[in-house]
């Protein structure tokens, strides 16, 4: 499954624990300026990340941080662990930019 949101002022990632058969999440773009990682943790299928663009992506640690905490991740922001570019995922997949809303903007 995969979710492509980038560029539509997301600001959290409250209900991504809610999505554990997520493989593709990009929200390059955006407007995530804290995230708490062990968020990430519920994602367990969660192999390719995009987060390029958002103020999170400039503290300390960001990369090392996001990798400690996703045990299936492959590829950050474009980049293989390991350092060679990745290639781009296809959208077969993709839940519908509608579902937005619902799946991140809301409170836990």
Known sequence: TELHAAHNQ???????SGMPALEVLD??????????????TG??????LRLEGN????????????????VALQSLNGEEIGGTPAEPAAA????????????????I
Do not use: W
Request: charged share 20%; glycine share 4%; net charge negative.
């Open 43 to 48: 994602v367990a299928a969660l192999r390719e």
């Open 27 to 40: 929200l390059s773009g955006n407007a995530i300026s804290e995230l708490a990682y062990d968020q990430l």
């Open 92 to 107: 077969s997949d993709s839940i519908p930019v509608m579902m937005i809303e619902h799946l991140l903007h809301s409170e």
């Open 10 to 16: 997301v600001e959290n990632l409250n209900r991504l």
């Open 55 to 70: 103020p999170v992506t400039a503290e300390p640690g960001f990369d090392r941080n996001i990798t400690e905490n996703t």
